[in-house]
């Protein structure tokens, strides 16, 4: 058997991305595309090349450009390939899917529970290193609001 080439490995990355952030199942994009998941399955794998028209027809069903899923190829002609596909280790790939996972189950949800989670885990991480400052004193934010919350049950 024939090793994939590593543009249609990057490819078929590009369109698990898109597909787990849509929170769309193989099945559900086969069935867009007239294919069976197992199809869907070899584009994401790399080990089928996805012609043309499936990738323009993949790039309406995903609403992405067509460019997406070229995006963070080499373009100077003698820069090598990348060997492997978007996702390194097998750690990074189960890390990389439970960021996915939660970033799917994000957008699903609607508009003003969204911005409630936000500030739930903003709170619970506290700032970011290096990020500038809001305009609040210190003491007063959510974070100490939580722990100050936190402390009257202990």
Not at 71 to 87: H, K, Q, R, S, Y
Not at 131 to 154: I, L, N, T, Y
């Amino acid at each position: 058997m024939s090793q994939s080439h590593p543009i249609d490995l990057h490819i078929g990355a590009r369109i698990r991305l898109r597909r787990t952030l849509l929170g769309m199942s193989q099945q559900k994009l086969g069935d867009a595309l007239k294919l069976t998941f197992q199809q869907v399955q070899k584009y994401e794998r790399g080990t089928n090349q996805v012609g043309p028209r499936k990738l323009h027809r993949l790039a309406q069903i995903l609403n992405v450009p067509v460019s997406f899923f070229f995006a963070e190829l080499p373009t100077d002609g003698d820069a090598p390939i990348p060997a492997e596909p978007l996702f390194g280790s097998a750690i990074d790939t189960m890390v990389e899917r439970e960021h996915l996972e939660l970033i799917g189950s994000y957008n699903r949800l609607p508009d003003n529970l969204r911005q409630r989670v936000r500030e739930l885990v903003r709170a619970m991480a506290g700032p970011i290193p290096g990020a500038p400052r809001r305009g609040r004193p210190p003491g007063s934010g959510a974070r100490q609001r939580a722990e100050a919350q936190a402390g009257a049950f202990v």
